[in-house]
């Protein structure tokens, strides 16, 4: 069966202007043709979806998800929340998660860290058809040290947790780790090189978690075996000693100085800012009485340093994609294109930010998708409205149509 898709405009993703009176023509779950519809016409026997009104893009990609969350405004809920909780029934809320999440247009997510392989099974559902959702590259577990970002304190002494964190200590142990992520399963590997610093954030914002041995030998090992690697970063010397090391996207990454953003250039680093977590945690930890006063000052801080270093980085032409963080703080589906918006709201084109949470996206993923081109697979949207005039129109799933491998997702019927 082929299906013709007429719309009013198309924006492919490859970052050219929008074409007018555009058409694509789907046969199976890829892209025959796309353009002009006066240059594709009426094939033969083909079904036919009118949509004068629409701006067809490409299915939207969300590089930094957490399925396995809620994504309760309570920042200490989702570690709480997941001791309550068996990982079966991890699994099946956030198989809700997914669903959600490609009902608001985001055809394929990187999932950053989930506890017991969650979500590498989900992954596996997906592909299979047992549930629906979108296309899913998960980690396993992130890759942290012994008291490290993903291993934190706070349990009384009599508590442990089987397969919540992946803590390592040295580089035979990170080497270990990142064979166990993917003999588990794992697309690629998630680590932290660095975080945080709050005891005196107005001199020292961020410090090393992983030393460079560490880092370094996760790096080798994950590229030895042909998969890349994400890396939680706050800035600074550990982040370019992330770089260095040959980490092949940053996460959050406030602080760049320009000598890195030069390297990041030239090594081909991608950077996922991050900025809607970034601001609603900004915001809650000024709104809590309870925040540390170092922890409300580096919020403040980070902020402010996000936007800078945003557009340093578009100017310098780092290749930035969408990451929204959903599951921390953020709820799946609902808010995933906030990260578009604020994108545009950092200095990008409406046109570029699209791309951003599109092409470069898929890039990342290493999917065929991302753009609407003939052979790419038929992953789209149809948005009512123009989002190249308002860009928060996709974030509304009533505005949306969405499409996966050439097959129209529907709502389950109430």
């Not at 980690?139 to 291993?151: N, P």
């Not at 963080?325 to 995933?336: C, Q, W």
């Not at 999917?367 to 974030?395: E, M, Q, Y």
Request: proline share 5%.
């Amino acid at each position: 069966m082929r299906t013709l898709l007429r719309v009013g405009q198309m924006v492919d993703g490859t970052g050219s202007g929008p074409i007018r009176d555009a058409a694509i023509l789907i046969e199976g779950e890829r892209i025959v043709a796309a353009g002009r519809s006066a240059d594709i016409g009426m094939p033969d026997g083909a079904r036919v979806i009118e949509a004068p009104a629409a701006t067809a893009i490409p299915g939207l990609v969300d590089v930094h998800v957490h399925l396995s969350y809620s994504g309760s405004p309570d920042k200490r809920a989702f570690r709480a929340e997941l001791v309550e909780m068996s990982y079966p029934l991890v699994a099946l809320r956030a198989a809700e998660n997914a669903r959600n999440t490609l009902l608001h247009g985001f055809t394929s997510v990187r999932d950053m860290h989930a506890p017991g392989g969650t979500i590498i099974d989900l992954r596996d559902a997906v592909n299979r058809g047992y549930v629906e959702g979108p296309r899913i590259k998960a980690c396993g577990m992130g890759l942290t040290v012994t008291g490290g970002h993903m291993d934190q304190p706070g349990w009384g002494d009599h508590a442990s947790f089987l397969d919540m964190t992946y803590p390592c200590d040295g580089p035979i142990a990170f080497r270990a780790g990142v064979r166990a992520q993917l003999k588990r399963g794992a697309d690629f590997i998630k680590l932290n090189p660095c975080v945080s610093f709050r005891k005196d954030p107005d001199t020292k914002p961020y410090r090393f978690e992983m030393n460079i041995d560490e880092i370094r030998a996760a790096c080798e090992e994950a590229h030895e075996q042909g998969v890349h690697v994400g890396a939680h970063t706050s800035g600074g010397p550990p982040l370019r000693a992330a770089i260095e090391a040959g980490c092949d996207t940053v996460e959050h990454a406030h602080w760049i100085d320009d000598a890195t953003l030069e390297l990041m250039v030239k090594r081909g680093t991608y950077l996922v800012p991050t900025l809607l977590v970034n601001k609603t945690s900004s915001a809650a930890a000024a709104a809590d009485p309870e925040t540390p006063r170092g922890s409300k000052r580096w919020a403040e801080l980070s902020e402010k340093a996000m936007w800078e270093r945003l557009d340093r980085a578009r100017r310098a032409g780092v290749k930035v994609a969408a990451g929204s963080d959903a599951g921390f703080m953020l709820e799946h589906g609902t808010t995933n294109a906030g990260e578009i918006e604020l994108l545009v709201e950092g200095g990008y084109s409406p046109l570029e930010a699209i791309c951003a949470a599109t092409a470069t996206g898929a890039d990342i993923l290493e999917i065929d998708a991302g753009r609407l081109i003939a052979g790419k697979l038929a992953d789209i949207v149809l948005v009512s409205g123009d989002p190249l005039v308002d860009i928060s129109v996709l974030r509304r799933r009533e505005n949306l149509r969405v499409f996966k491998g050439g097959r129209e997702v529907r709502a389950p019927a109430a």
